[in-house]
């Protein structure tokens, strides 16, 4: 009986080394630091749904359909978790597949405002699927360019992640949508460069970029995306029209204060005078009703966010983890610093949304997938040493 008993313990006692294993490597920090700014999100979605005149949990108000979100983001963090990246490698071509065909399918049947496709409705639910394409293209380019880490020198690597980039960039702007595309490049540089590629091709090819500038402005952008980015620099000049968001979102700010006017008290929101306020200008909000503290705890947040994830590929024992978590943290750094940015009136308007805190479900998804991706290098590693 003594014998049947030991071996009975042996996989119990395996399965409590296994996962004791495991959570000795969970980056809990990572956690804690996205769910604050996920609460510090539902609290923005809560006070706009409450200006706004609807119950918090009536059917389709924004705090409702955040917390909806947030429950499925939180689901698709574990499930990415567990996962092995290592396969991540292996499907990476076909991720690449499946990214251009969302793509396609949104310029197909997506629909959006003022003739944009940017949305594909399934099931009565809207996706962006551009969003899901951040995270699908750091995958790809984490595959490309950790099976070449020692070998960037050469100008056609370069071109080759270039080349990858392309379509996804280029279909991105079809929809229109600059902001997205913009991200797409902030990846592409920083993975190139956190993966060593030559300083001198790069340098060539930024000076490729800044000569083609004249080109796309003339005949890419279309004249409300012109509009939109010089607006920052005079927002008086045309504040009926394309001044008329930053005008409106520097006055929140201001109005903030040290502490903030409090939650649900904002005059900008309670008003509606600010448009997009739940999701591109949610950060203008945010500083109106808890003021400059308010914002710099948000801001700190992001900082230590940005911190656990260069951690994790700073522990991955393989390239690809290591270029990943350089293009997640560039992706969250681009987006935190623009969309701040043209809060506050230094930045150009370029619909960007602030992680965790913009209303959305498929940003908050993608971001979700990264993370869970990230989490799963850190459980696959030896434990960190800071």
């Known amino acids: 009986m003594s014998i049947v008993s030991a071996r009975a313990t042996r996989p119990n006692r395996w399965t409590a080394a296994r996962v004791s294993v495991v959570w000795r490597n969970f980056d809990l920090q990572l956690v804690v630091y996205a769910a604050l700014l996920l609460c510090f999100g539902l609290a923005m979605a809560y006070s706009n749904t409450a200006t706004g005149g609807l119950g918090i949990f009536d059917g389709g108000s924004t705090f ?40 396609v399918l949104t310029l197909a049947v997506g629909s959006g405002v003022g003739g944009t496709s940017r949305w594909v409705s399934i099931g009565g639910l809207q ?57 797409l ?59 008329y968001q930053l005008f409106h979102s520097q006055i929140a700010v201001s109005l903030g204060g040290v502490f903030g006017v409090g939650l649900t008290n ?14 591109d200008f949610v950060a203008a ?22 911190w656990r994830i260069l951690t994790a590929g700073w522990r991955s024992k393989d390239p690809f983890g290591m270029v990943f978590a350089c293009g997640v943290a560039a992706w969250l750094l681009f987006q935190l610093v623009v969309n701040v940015g043209m809060v506050v009136g230094i930045m150009p308007i370029t619909g ?13 998804i993608s971001m979700a997938i990264a993370l869970g991706v990230l989490q799963s290098i850190n459980i696959r590693q030896g434990r960190a040493e800071w």
Do not use: C
């Open 64 to 103: 409702l359909r955040g917390l909806m979100w947030a429950a499925i983001a939180i689901a698709v963090f574990l499930v990415a978790s567990a996962f092995d990246y290592h396969w991540l490698k292996t499907f990476a071509w076909p991720l690449y597949a499946i990214q251009l065909g969302l793509l």
């Open 285 to 306: 909000i945010l500083a109106e009703e808890l003021g400059f503290v308010g914002a710099m705890v948000v801001i700190s947040l992001f900082v230590l966010l940005l």
């Open 266 to 279: 904002g005059a900008q929101n309670a008003m509606g005078l600010l448009p997009v306020q739940d999701t």
């Open 185 to 243: 490049g902030a990846i592409l540089v920083a993975t190139l460069f956190m993966s060593g590629a030559s300083l001198r091709w790069l340098a060539v090819m930024a000076a490729g970029a800044v000569a083609a500038f004249p080109f796309i402005w003339t005949y890419v952008l279309a004249d409300y995306q012109k509009a939109r980015l010089t607006s920052f620099l005079d927002p008086m000049a045309d504040i009926q029209g394309s001044g």
């Open 127 to 183: 996706f962006q699927f551009s969003e899901l394409a951040k995270v699908l293209m750091v995958v790809v380019l984490a595959n490309y360019l950790g099976s070449r880490v020692g070998r960037l020198g050469s100008l056609w690597s370069i071109l080759g992640a270039g080349i990858l980039a392309g379509p996804p960039f280029v279909l991105v702007m079809l929809q229109p949508d600059l902001g997205t595309a913009l991200v």
């Open 352 to 364: 960007i949304p602030l992680p965790f805190i913009s209303h959305g479900g498929a940003s908050l």
